[in-house]
């Protein structure tokens, strides 16, 4: 069943049963109000009809009683034994009204060939001194009109509410729906043509359904871009795989037409083959890095200034380059994964080597409730137009020169997913040919 059929089936369902609920209310509580009022109006009658009796001992009681009879009823008086002393009444029919003795005051409704009756029993003293019961019943005819009349009214006003209920069941499951279907059909659409279709927001109210649409197009967004970056991803990658496999392909074809008697060429194919090939290697550990970075792996404690010592002392050793560290504070402790970290760290210094040829600083310290570690060098800089795109996947400045660097534009897109995963920011500030100060930023771990 569809969703509209639903929410209107429940709304009239519910109206209904509501209104049928209310309608009988209405209708019994008249009723039980009406008999109340018929049978008080009878029990009046007896007391009068008692006084009368009182006051004028002279005139038979029977005689008397006759004053008394109601237009569509009767008033009979039983003795304790024995047909009953009077039985009076304009039609014959109501002769065989149910009746009888009673010492107890009684006031009752009963039903009597298919007719309803009020009935009033009163225990008095005869003239004779006896005790019997004085009963006046009056036939309901008035009222059981009155209760026809109510019930069609109340039937007809049920169907006059059911209408516009019908309708506003409607109009609520086509307000409700309107936003949904329009979403199936973007969602179809866009499943169908591989499109980024977004949905219009009504601005009627800030209420779930806009909340719904709003959050919609947001994903549309993010969707749109993650599949952009990578498409972008995928092209810059395959482009930069396809630098090396052309050099080593053609190396590998001069070695197969002139290798043979030239040792020399021979030398210098196999040492570029390798180099390429080197090359291809750490650009396709870089993309899985890049990939695997996204998340922070393992998190712990972790001492930057240690982490820093430790890569500043591989540095060192494998270059003979000074590198000056200063530490404002013995333990600086973030949160996070050691290993990653110290990439972080590793691709800046190794940078800042890399890109100028004097000496390297670093200052780490705490600043509040972060950690600052700033990589400082002294080297050819970072136009401003470019400090921004640095960070960019497989983006280099100077292509021609980076390829003899070994660059591949990986490094710093690694070190700031890296941080910005932990939680921090990388930025640079760079004056050219003055140098450039790299600056990580990450929450401490107090
Ligand atoms: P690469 O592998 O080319 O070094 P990176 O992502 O680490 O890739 O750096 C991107 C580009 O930013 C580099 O090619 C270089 O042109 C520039 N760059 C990075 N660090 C520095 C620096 N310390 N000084 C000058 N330029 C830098």
Redesign the pocket.
């Known amino acids: 069943m569809k969703l509209r059929t639903k929410i209107q089936l429940f709304t009239s369902i519910f109206m209904l049963v509501l209104i049928l609920i209310i309608n009988a209310s209405i209708y019994f509580l008249f009723y039980n109000n009406s008999v109340d009022s018929e049978l008080e109006e009878l029990a009046e009658q007896t007391t009068t009809i008692i006084s009368t009796m009182n006051t004028n001992q002279g005139i038979p009681p029977g005689e008397l009683i006759k004053a008394f009879l109601p237009a569509d009823g009767l008033i009979r008086v039983y003795p304790e034994t024995g047909s009953p002393l009077v039985r009076q009444s304009k039609s014959s029919d109501y002769f065989d009204l149910p009746g009888g003795y009673s010492n107890l005051e009684k006031r009752e409704v009963t039903t009597y060939n298919g007719d309803r009756f009020a009935i009033v029993s009163r225990p008095i003293i005869w003239s004779t001194g006896e005790i019997v019961t004085l009963q006046i019943a009056k036939h309901l005819i008035s009222l059981e009109e009155s209760m026809k009349n109510l019930l069609y009214v109340l039937i007809l006003a049920s169907i006059i509410m059911i209408i516009p209920i019908i309708i506003a069941g409607n109009l609520l499951a086509r307000f409700l729906l309107q936003p949904i279907k329009s979403l199936i059909s973007a969602m179809k659409e866009n499943k169908k043509f591989t499109q980024w279709k977004k949905i219009e927001l009504n601005n009627r109210s800030k209420d779930e359904l806009y909340e719904m649409e709003k959050t919609f197009n947001e994903m549309i967004d993010s969707l749109k871009d993650n599949y952009e970056m990578q498409e972008i991803f995928v092209s810059d990658a395959s482009h930069e795989l396809k630098t090396p496999i052309s050099i080593i392909k053609s190396y590998a074809q001069l070695l197969e037409r002139r290798g043979k008697d030239n040792p020399e060429l021979v030398k210098e194919s196999i040492e570029a083959i390798e180099s390429e090939a080197n090359r291809m290697q750490k650009l396709v550990e870089q993309m899985l890095a890049l990939a695997k970075h996204k998340e922070v792996q393992r998190g712990e404690n972790v001492n930057v200034a240690e982490l820093l010592e430790e890569t500043i002392d591989v540095f060192i050793g494998a270059y003979g380059r000074e590198i000056e560290f200063s530490l404002k504070d013995a333990t600086l402790y973030v949160h996070g994964n050691r290993d990653q970290l110290k990439q972080v760290f590793y691709?800046l210094i190794d940078?800042?080597l890399?890109?100028?040829d004097n000496k390297v600083t670093i200052l780490a310290e705490k600043e509040g409730k972060q950690i600052a570690v700033y990589i400082q060098?002294f080297?050819?800089?970072?136009p401003e137009e470019?400090q921004e795109r640095?960070?960019e996947r497989f983006?280099?400045?100077?292509k021609a020169r980076?390829r003899n660097?070994?660059?591949?534009?990986?490094?710093?897109?690694i070190?700031k997913t890296i941080t910005n995963s932990h939680g921090g920011t990388l930025a640079v500030e760079?004056k050219l040919g003055e140098?450039?100060t790299?600056k990580v930023i990450l929450p401490a771990n107090e």
């Not at 080297?379 to 970072?382: H, P, S, V």
């Not at 983006?395 to 100077?398: K, L």
């Not at 660097?405 to 897109?413: I, K, Q, S």
């Open positions: 691709i940078n800042a890399k890109y100028s060098d080297g050819a800089g970072i470019e640095v960070f983006y280099r400045m100077d980076n660097t070994g660059g591949t534009g990986l490094g710093l897109a070190a760079s140098g450039s790299f």
